[in-house]
Protein backbone atom coordinates (compact mmCIF):
# COMPACT_ATOMS: atom_id res chain seq x y z
CA UNK A 1 0.00 0.00 0.00
CA UNK A 2 1.11 3.96 -0.25
CA UNK A 3 2.25 5.00 2.69
CA UNK A 4 0.10 8.09 4.36
CA UNK A 5 2.16 11.39 5.03
CA UNK A 6 2.47 13.04 8.35
CA UNK A 7 4.38 15.48 9.63
CA UNK A 8 4.44 15.59 13.21
CA UNK A 9 5.81 19.09 15.20
CA UNK A 10 8.20 18.41 17.76
CA UNK A 11 9.77 21.56 19.69
CA UNK A 12 11.53 23.14 16.40
CA UNK A 13 11.81 19.88 14.44
CA UNK A 14 8.94 18.32 12.47
CA UNK A 15 9.22 14.31 12.45
CA UNK A 16 8.17 13.10 9.08
CA UNK A 17 6.25 10.26 8.66
CA UNK A 18 5.73 8.32 5.44
CA UNK A 19 7.40 6.38 3.16
CA UNK A 20 10.57 6.57 4.93
CA UNK A 21 10.54 3.95 8.35
CA UNK A 22 11.29 6.23 11.22
CA UNK A 23 13.11 3.40 14.18
CA UNK A 24 12.43 3.91 17.95
CA UNK A 25 14.60 2.04 20.19
CA UNK A 26 13.39 0.48 23.23
CA UNK A 27 15.62 1.80 26.09
CA UNK A 28 14.33 0.35 29.31
CA UNK A 29 16.08 1.36 33.01
CA UNK A 30 14.52 -0.93 34.60
CA UNK A 31 15.67 -4.14 36.36
CA UNK A 32 12.38 -6.27 35.17
CA UNK A 33 11.18 -5.78 31.88
CA UNK A 34 10.57 -8.96 29.96
CA UNK A 35 13.33 -9.05 27.85
CA UNK A 36 15.98 -6.94 29.02
CA UNK A 37 15.17 -6.57 32.89
CA UNK A 38 18.47 -4.59 34.76
CA UNK A 39 20.70 -4.72 31.52
CA UNK A 40 20.88 -0.75 31.52
CA UNK A 41 19.41 0.19 34.81
CA UNK A 42 22.96 1.67 35.31
CA UNK A 43 23.52 5.37 33.71
CA UNK A 44 26.57 4.72 31.99
CA UNK A 45 25.22 1.33 30.32
CA UNK A 46 22.02 3.57 29.99
CA UNK A 47 23.66 6.10 27.78
CA UNK A 48 26.34 3.70 26.28
CA UNK A 49 22.96 1.66 24.80
CA UNK A 50 21.30 5.43 23.94
CA UNK A 51 24.41 6.11 21.82
CA UNK A 52 24.69 2.46 20.44
CA UNK A 53 20.86 2.60 18.69
CA UNK A 54 21.28 6.13 17.21
CA UNK A 55 24.63 4.68 15.65
CA UNK A 56 22.32 1.63 14.98
CA UNK A 57 20.14 4.03 12.81
CA UNK A 58 17.90 5.13 15.69
CA UNK A 59 15.83 7.90 15.27
CA UNK A 60 14.49 8.34 18.53
CA UNK A 61 15.29 6.38 21.88
CA UNK A 62 12.62 5.49 24.17
CA UNK A 63 13.48 5.49 28.06
CA UNK A 64 11.16 3.61 30.21
CA UNK A 65 10.98 3.40 34.33
CA UNK A 66 8.27 0.62 34.43
CA UNK A 67 7.86 -2.47 33.18
CA UNK A 68 4.85 -3.61 31.61
CA UNK A 69 5.05 -7.24 31.19
CA UNK A 70 2.83 -9.72 32.60
CA UNK A 71 2.41 -10.06 36.70
CA UNK A 72 5.16 -7.04 36.86
CA UNK A 73 4.11 -4.57 39.79
CA UNK A 74 2.93 -0.94 39.71
CA UNK A 75 6.22 1.30 40.31
CA UNK A 76 5.74 4.71 42.73
CA UNK A 77 6.53 8.20 40.96
CA UNK A 78 9.28 8.64 42.77
CA UNK A 79 10.70 5.12 41.76
CA UNK A 80 10.26 5.58 38.17
CA UNK A 81 11.73 9.29 38.42
CA UNK A 82 14.41 7.90 40.40
CA UNK A 83 15.27 5.56 37.32
CA UNK A 84 14.69 7.70 34.23
CA UNK A 85 15.69 11.30 35.10
CA UNK A 86 19.61 10.24 35.94
CA UNK A 87 19.42 9.03 32.24
CA UNK A 88 17.53 11.97 30.51
CA UNK A 89 20.24 14.17 32.33
CA UNK A 90 23.17 12.26 31.15
CA UNK A 91 22.01 12.43 27.40
CA UNK A 92 20.89 16.13 28.04
CA UNK A 93 24.38 17.40 29.31
CA UNK A 94 25.91 15.59 26.58
CA UNK A 95 24.00 17.23 23.50
CA UNK A 96 22.72 13.83 22.75
CA UNK A 97 21.52 14.84 19.19
CA UNK A 98 18.77 11.84 18.81
CA UNK A 99 15.74 13.00 20.55
CA UNK A 100 14.16 11.07 23.45
CA UNK A 101 10.32 10.09 24.11
CA UNK A 102 9.37 8.85 28.04
CA UNK A 103 7.60 5.69 28.51
CA UNK A 104 4.92 6.13 31.06
CA UNK A 105 1.56 6.63 31.83
CA UNK A 106 1.82 9.47 34.71
CA UNK A 107 1.18 12.35 34.34
CA UNK A 108 3.67 13.48 36.96
CA UNK A 109 6.66 11.84 35.69
CA UNK A 110 5.41 12.37 31.92
CA UNK A 111 5.74 16.71 33.58
CA UNK A 112 9.70 16.20 34.68
CA UNK A 113 10.41 14.19 31.70
CA UNK A 114 9.60 16.62 29.21
CA UNK A 115 10.90 19.60 31.55
CA UNK A 116 14.38 17.33 31.25
CA UNK A 117 14.17 17.26 27.64
CA UNK A 118 11.68 14.38 26.58
CA UNK A 119 10.23 15.33 23.50
CA UNK A 120 7.32 12.90 22.91
CA UNK A 121 5.23 11.28 25.89
CA UNK A 122 4.63 8.12 25.20
CA UNK A 123 1.36 6.48 26.90
CA UNK A 124 0.90 2.71 27.34
CA UNK A 125 -3.06 3.16 28.58
CA UNK A 126 -3.35 5.32 25.88
CA UNK A 127 -3.84 8.35 27.71
CA UNK A 128 -6.65 6.94 29.78
CA UNK A 129 -5.34 5.87 32.88
CA UNK A 130 -4.11 9.15 34.47
CA UNK A 131 -6.37 11.94 32.77
CA UNK A 132 -3.84 14.73 33.49
CA UNK A 133 -1.07 13.36 31.04
CA UNK A 134 -2.75 14.66 28.03
CA UNK A 135 -2.97 18.24 29.76
CA UNK A 136 0.70 17.61 30.22
CA UNK A 137 1.20 16.80 26.39
CA UNK A 138 -1.17 20.19 25.43
CA UNK A 139 0.71 22.20 28.20
CA UNK A 140 4.44 21.58 26.99
CA UNK A 141 3.11 21.44 23.62
CA UNK A 142 4.83 17.95 22.97
CA UNK A 143 3.27 14.99 20.84
CA UNK A 144 1.77 11.85 22.21
CA UNK A 145 1.48 8.12 21.73
CA UNK A 146 -1.51 6.53 22.52
CA UNK A 147 -1.15 3.04 22.84
CA UNK A 148 -4.66 0.60 22.65
CA UNK A 149 -4.71 -1.18 25.70
CA UNK A 150 -8.36 -2.00 26.69
CA UNK A 151 -8.83 -4.31 29.63
CA UNK A 152 -12.42 -4.30 29.80
CA UNK A 153 -13.35 -4.94 25.97
CA UNK A 154 -15.81 -7.37 24.65
CA UNK A 155 -14.29 -10.74 23.56
CA UNK A 156 -17.23 -11.43 21.34
CA UNK A 157 -16.71 -8.24 19.29
CA UNK A 158 -14.52 -7.52 16.35
CA UNK A 159 -11.02 -6.79 17.64
CA UNK A 160 -10.61 -4.11 14.94
CA UNK A 161 -13.85 -2.48 15.50
CA UNK A 162 -13.30 -2.33 19.25
CA UNK A 163 -9.74 -1.04 19.20
CA UNK A 164 -11.07 1.92 16.49
CA UNK A 165 -13.76 2.79 19.45
CA UNK A 166 -11.48 2.68 22.03
CA UNK A 167 -8.17 4.51 20.18
CA UNK A 168 -10.67 7.31 19.00
CA UNK A 169 -11.62 8.10 22.79
CA UNK A 170 -7.97 8.19 23.24
CA UNK A 171 -7.71 10.27 20.39
CA UNK A 172 -10.88 12.89 21.87
CA UNK A 173 -8.85 12.83 25.23
CA UNK A 174 -6.26 14.23 23.52
CA UNK A 175 -7.54 16.99 21.47
CA UNK A 176 -10.12 18.24 24.40
CA UNK A 177 -7.02 18.46 26.92
CA UNK A 178 -5.69 21.33 23.53
CA UNK A 179 -3.26 18.54 21.89
CA UNK A 180 -3.24 19.24 18.12
CA UNK A 181 -4.53 16.77 16.11
CA UNK A 182 -0.87 16.59 13.86
CA UNK A 183 0.61 15.57 17.80
CA UNK A 184 -1.29 12.50 17.86
CA UNK A 185 0.16 9.03 17.65
CA UNK A 186 -1.72 5.34 17.85
CA UNK A 187 -0.33 2.34 18.86
CA UNK A 188 -2.22 -0.39 18.62
CA UNK A 189 -0.35 -2.33 21.13
CA UNK A 190 0.72 -5.53 19.76
CA UNK A 191 0.04 -8.22 23.21
CA UNK A 192 -1.44 -6.05 25.22
CA UNK A 193 -5.13 -7.20 26.00
CA UNK A 194 -5.04 -9.63 22.84
CA UNK A 195 -4.92 -13.50 22.77
CA UNK A 196 -2.22 -14.99 20.81
CA UNK A 197 -4.59 -14.84 17.78
CA UNK A 198 -5.78 -11.75 18.10
CA UNK A 199 -2.27 -10.57 17.57
CA UNK A 200 -1.74 -11.90 14.02
CA UNK A 201 -5.25 -11.20 13.19
CA UNK A 202 -4.18 -7.29 13.95
CA UNK A 203 -1.08 -7.91 11.79
CA UNK A 204 -2.99 -8.98 9.29
CA UNK A 205 -5.60 -6.28 9.10
CA UNK A 206 -3.55 -2.99 10.41
CA UNK A 207 -4.26 -1.19 7.31
CA UNK A 208 -7.87 -0.63 8.57
CA UNK A 209 -6.86 1.38 11.13
CA UNK A 210 -5.80 3.84 8.96
CA UNK A 211 -9.20 5.11 9.26
CA UNK A 212 -8.84 6.68 12.19
CA UNK A 213 -6.32 9.30 10.68
CA UNK A 214 -3.28 9.07 12.63
CA UNK A 215 0.25 7.50 12.11
CA UNK A 216 0.76 4.40 13.49
CA UNK A 217 4.26 2.86 15.84
CA UNK A 218 4.28 -0.70 15.74
CA UNK A 219 6.08 -2.66 18.36
CA UNK A 220 5.92 -6.10 18.42
CA UNK A 221 9.78 -6.74 19.79
CA UNK A 222 10.37 -9.71 21.48
CA UNK A 223 6.64 -9.91 22.10
CA UNK A 224 5.26 -13.52 23.39
CA UNK A 225 2.49 -13.71 19.89
CA UNK A 226 6.41 -14.18 18.56
CA UNK A 227 7.63 -16.68 21.52
CA UNK A 228 4.71 -18.78 21.90
CA UNK A 229 4.66 -19.22 17.86
CA UNK A 230 8.66 -20.00 17.46
CA UNK A 231 8.96 -21.05 21.06
CA UNK A 232 11.90 -19.87 21.69
CA UNK A 233 13.32 -17.28 24.55
CA UNK A 234 13.14 -13.05 24.65
CA UNK A 235 16.52 -12.26 23.12
CA UNK A 236 15.93 -15.35 20.19
CA UNK A 237 13.13 -13.80 19.14
CA UNK A 238 14.67 -11.19 16.24
CA UNK A 239 14.02 -12.86 12.88
CA UNK A 240 10.83 -13.47 13.48
CA UNK A 241 10.76 -9.43 14.85
CA UNK A 242 12.17 -8.39 11.94
CA UNK A 243 9.20 -10.10 9.63
CA UNK A 244 6.58 -8.42 12.17
CA UNK A 245 8.28 -4.99 11.33
CA UNK A 246 8.06 -5.70 7.64
CA UNK A 247 4.47 -7.09 7.71
CA UNK A 248 3.63 -3.99 9.48
CA UNK A 249 5.76 -1.71 7.26
CA UNK A 250 3.91 -3.40 4.17
CA UNK A 251 0.25 -2.63 5.87
CA UNK A 252 1.27 1.34 6.08
CA UNK A 253 3.14 1.41 9.73
CA UNK A 254 5.55 4.33 10.28
CA UNK A 255 7.22 3.90 13.46
CA UNK A 256 9.12 0.94 14.79
CA UNK A 257 9.96 0.53 18.37
CA UNK A 258 12.62 -2.38 18.52
CA UNK A 259 15.07 -3.39 20.95
CA UNK A 260 17.03 -4.50 18.26
CA UNK A 261 17.21 -1.13 16.05
CA UNK A 262 20.18 -2.39 13.62
CA UNK A 263 18.48 -5.76 12.51
CA UNK A 264 15.03 -4.08 12.11
CA UNK A 265 16.26 -1.25 10.38
CA UNK A 266 18.44 -3.18 7.65
CA UNK A 267 15.01 -5.31 7.23
CA UNK A 268 13.09 -1.93 6.29
CA UNK A 269 15.86 -0.41 4.61
CA UNK A 270 15.39 -3.49 1.90
CA UNK A 271 11.51 -3.17 2.19
CA UNK A 272 11.69 0.24 1.86
CA UNK A 273 13.70 -0.42 -1.81
CA UNK A 274 11.34 -2.73 -3.13
CA UNK A 275 8.73 -0.61 -2.86
CA UNK A 276 9.85 2.69 -3.76
CA UNK A 277 12.58 1.94 -5.42
CA UNK A 278 16.21 0.80 -4.59
CA UNK A 279 19.40 3.88 -4.22
CA UNK A 280 20.79 4.45 -8.00
CA UNK A 281 24.43 4.71 -8.52
CA UNK A 282 25.43 1.70 -7.25
CA UNK A 283 25.30 -1.13 -9.87
Known amino acids: M ?9 GDT ?7 PVMMGILNVTPD ?4 GGDFSAIAGATAQARQMAADGAHIIDIGGEST ?25 ADFPVPVSIDTYKALVADQAV ?22 AAHHGVPVIAMHWDTARDPDKDIIDEMKRWLSRSAEIALDAGVGHEKIILDPGFGFGKTFSENYIL ?7 HALGFPLLI ?9 KLLDVPPKDREAGTV ?20 MNHDGLRVAHATLYGAPTGRD
Open 219 to 227: GTSRKSMIG
Open 115 to 136: QAGARIINDVWGLQRDPEIAAV
Open 33 to 36: SFSD
Open 243 to 262: ATSLLAYLKGGHIFRVHNVR
Open 14 to 20: ILRLGRD
Open 203 to 209: LNRLEEL
Open 69 to 93: RPGSGEVGVQDELDRVMPVLDALAE
Open 2 to 10: THLAYEVPM
